[in-house]
C-alpha cells in the first residue's frame, strides 16, 4: 500500500489519534529499506521516562494527603513534566478533578436518620387522602425585601425616532435598607403579609402574635376552613419553637407539621417542590416541567401575551386546547375568544403557522389606517412616551395589529430602553465639566509626563471575607469514590471601608475605618498625613 493509502486507513479507524502523514512517510520509507522492529531506538541525550512505579506511588501519596493540590504544584514538588503527572493521575490512578458539590448543610447521621422519619410521616399522611391534606395545608416563611426595587429595563423603554438619541436615565441600586417580610399562603393564595417594624425583633412573643392574625385571617379569608383541622408548617427557628409561640398554634387549633432541623424551607419561590399544588389553579392539569409550568403561570397571572400568541405558546409547550381555553377564560374574561376560534387557531398552529396576524384577503373591509387615527396615536406617544400598544389600542378601539403598523410603519419610531449613565446633568453641569476635560487635556499636552505623577484615590465598601469559589473547593477523587460536599455559605455580612490612592505604577497608600470610627474632617485630616508620609517613603522621586 502507498503512504497516503496507509494514513487514509489510519484516519478512518484510529480518528484523532492518527499519526501525521510525514510521520508514515518516515516509518513507510524506513520498513522498504528492511528494518523489522516498531519501537524507537535508543539514542544519546534521550530522557528517563518518568511514569515509573515509584513516581506514581508518590502522586498517589501526595493526593491522599492534600485532594486540592493542583497538577502544577506537584511537578514543582517531584520535578516531573506536568503532561506526564496528569497521565499517571489519568490513566494510572484513574483520579479526576471535581468541585463540591453544594447543600444546604452538612448532616450528621443522626440528622439525616432524623429527616429520613419524618419524610416519612409526612408522606403517609400526604398518601392517606391527598385531597384533604392539600386543602388543609398552611405554610409560612420569611425573607428580606427592599424598600423599593429599581425600575427594571422593559419599564423604562419609551417610544423614539430611528434619527432621535437614546433617552437616558440615572443608574439606581435598590435600597440600601431592607426590611423584613414574613409570609402566610396555603393552596389558594396568600393569607396574611406582616413587615417588621423599625426596632422591632423577632422573638416568640413577636410570632405568638402572628399566629393569632393568621388565625383571624383563615377565619375572614377561609371560611368553614377552620372546622377542619389545620396542617400548619413553619421551620425551626427559634422564635417558632418558642413557648409563646406554641402556645398559640396549639391554641389555634393548628396541627404542626414535623419538619427536620436544616431541611429545606417551603419558601413561596419554591412552589414547584409541592406539583400537587398546581392542581389548585382552576382545575388546570400543567405538565411537571418546571419551566414550562413557570411561563405558563406567569403567563396565567401577569397576561403578558395576546390571546393568539397564547394559543401559539400553548401548542409548541404541548398544553391541551382545553386547558388553554381555561386560561384565556381566567385571564381575559369576557374578551376571550370564543371556543371555535381558540380551537381554530390551535390547530392552525399545530400545522406549523407561525404569524398570529390575519391574512390578507377579498373583501377585507377598510382598515383603520387613517391621517386622524396616526395623528390622534402620535399625539399620545408625545404625551406619554412609555405608554403601550395595548394601552394606545384600548383607548382609541384599534386593533393591536394596526396601532403596532402606526407606530412602525407609518411614525417609523421603535420601543427602546433608556440608556444607563452615572448621572443626569444639567447644562450648566455640562458645561462646567467640558471646562474643568478642556484645561486637563491641555495640562496633559503641555507636560507629556503629566499622568506619570498623578496620584489618585477612592474609597469602597468591602467584605470582610469573600466565600470560597467552585474551581477553590475542586478536589480530586477515584471513580469509586462519592462526590465530595461543602455547605452553602453567603458572603460575610460585615462590610469596612476601605481607602485606597494609587498611580500609574501601583497602590501607594491604603487603609481600613477602624470600626466605630465616623468618617469626618479630622479623621481625612489623619488619612492625608498617612499618605503623605507614604508618598515620602514609596515615590522619593515624586516627593
Known amino acids: 500500500m502507498s503512504p497516503k493509502e496507509i494514513y487514509e486507513d489510519m484516519v478512518d479507524t484510529l480518528r484523532e489519534d492518527a499519526p501525521s502523514y510525514s510521520a508514515v512517510k518516515k516509518w513507510v ?15 544519546p541525550g534521550r530522557p528517563v521516562e518518568s511514569v515509573t512505579q515509584e513516581n506514581i506511588e508518590k502522586i498517589h501519596d501526595l493526593v491522599m494527603l492534600d485532594r486540592r493540590m493542583t497538577v502544577r504544584q506537584i511537578e514543582e514538588t517531584l520535578g516531573i513534566p506536568k503532561t506526564t503527572v496528569d497521565r499517571i493521575m489519568r490513566e494510572h490512578l484513574g483520579l479526576r478533578k471535581l468541585s463540591a458539590c453544594w447543600v444546604p448543610k452538612l448532616l450528621t447521621p443522626d440528622q439525616k436518620a432524623v429527616r429520613r422519619k419524618l419524610s416519612s410521616d409526612n408522606l403517609a399522611l400526604f398518601e392517606a387522602n391527598p385531597e384533604e391534606f392539600v386543602n388543609r395545608f398552611v405554610t409560612m416563611d420569611e425573607t428580606w425585601a427592599h424598600h423599593f426595587t429599581p425600575e427594571s429595563k422593559q419599564q423604562s423603554m ?13 443608574k439606581t441600586v435598590p435600597s440600601a435598607g431592607k426590611v423584613m417580610v414574613s409570609v402566610f399562603w396555603d393552596s389558594e393564595g396568600v393569607l396574611l403579609l406582616d413587615f417588621l417594624n423599625k426596632g422591632q ?13 393568621l ?9 368553614g376552613k377552620l372546622s377542619r383541622k389545620i396542617v400548619y408548617h413553619q421551620d425551626n427557628a427559634p422564635s417558632h419553637r418558642s413557648l409563646q409561640a406554641m402556645a398559640a398554634i396549639y391554641d389555634s387549633v393548628f396541627e404542626l407539621l414535623p419538619h427536620a432541623h436544616y431541611s429545606p424551607d417551603l419558601a413561596p419561590s419554591d412552589f414547584h417542590l409541592f406539583p400537587h399544588l398546581k392542581k389548585s389553579l382552576s382545575g388546570i392539569h400543567f405538565r411537571s416541567d418546571k419551566e414550562v409550568f413557570w411561563s405558563v403561570f406567569d403567563f396565567y397571572l401577569l397576561k ?4 393568539r400568541t397564547c394559543i401559539k405558546f400553548c401548542v409548541k409547550n404541548e398544553i391541551k386546547c382545553a386547558d388553554a381555553f381555561r386560561m384565556l377564560t381566567v385571564a381575559y374574561g369576557e374578551a376571550t375568544l370564543d371556543r371555535s376560534n381558540v380551537y381554530r387557531w390551535y390547530k392552525m398552529f399545530s400545522e406549523g403557522r407561525e404569524d398570529v396576524n390575519d391574512e390578507e384577503r377579498v373583501g377585507r373591509p377598510s382598515t383603520s389606517t387613517t391621517d386622524e387615527k396616526i395623528n390622534e396615536v402620535e399625539k399620545m406617544i408625545l404625551a406619554n412616551r412609555r405608554i403601550t400598544v395595548r394601552e394606545v389600542a384600548e383607548d382609541l ?3 393591536i395589529g394596526s396601532c403596532r403598523s402606526f407606530f412602525i410603519n407609518d411614525l417609523g419610531m421603535r420601543r427602546v430602553a433608556a440608556k444607563f449613565v452615572p448621572k443626569l446633568l444639567n447644562c450648566d453641569q455640562k458645561q462646567h465639566r467640558m471646562n474643568i ?37 475542586s478536589q480530586w477523587k477515584l471513580q469509586h469514590e462519592p462526590r465530595p460536599k461543602k455547605a452553602r455559605q453567603v458572603r460575610s455580612n460585615v462590610k469596612v471601608l476601605l481607602t485606597v490612592f494609587f498611580d500609574c505604577r501601583g497602590v501607594v497608600h491604603h487603609e481600613f475605618l477602624p470600626q466605630g470610627r465616623t468618617v469626618n474632617k479630622e479623621y481625612c485630616l489623619q488619612v492625608m498625613r498617612n ?7 514609596k515615590r522619593p522621586d515624586l516627593w
Open 201 to 213: 425583633t423577632i422573638n416568640g412573643n413577636y410570632y405568638a402574635n402572628l399566629v393569632k392574625q
Open 531 to 537: 499618605f503623605r508620609e507614604a508618598i515620602r517613603q
Open 158 to 170: 419609551q417610544w423614539r425616532h430611528s434619527d432621535s438619541p437614546p433617552p437616558k436615565k440615572a
Open 215 to 223: 388565625r383571624e385571617a383563615i377565619k375572614e379569608k377561609r371560611r
Open 304 to 307: 403578558k401575551m395576546d390571546q
Open 397 to 399: 378601539n384599534i386593533s
Open 437 to 473: 476635560a478642556n484645561e486637563m487635556l491641555d495640562s496633559v499636552r503641555d507636560d507629556p509626563n503629566l499622568l506619570q505623577r498623578v496620584i489618585t484615590g477612592d474609597e469602597a465598601w468591602v467584605y470582610g471575607y469573600d466565600v470560597e469559589t467552585k474551581a477553590q473547593s
Open 29 to 43: 520509507a524506513a520498513f522498504k529499506l528492511g528494518r523489522i522492529s516498531t519501537e524507537d531506538e535508543h539514542r
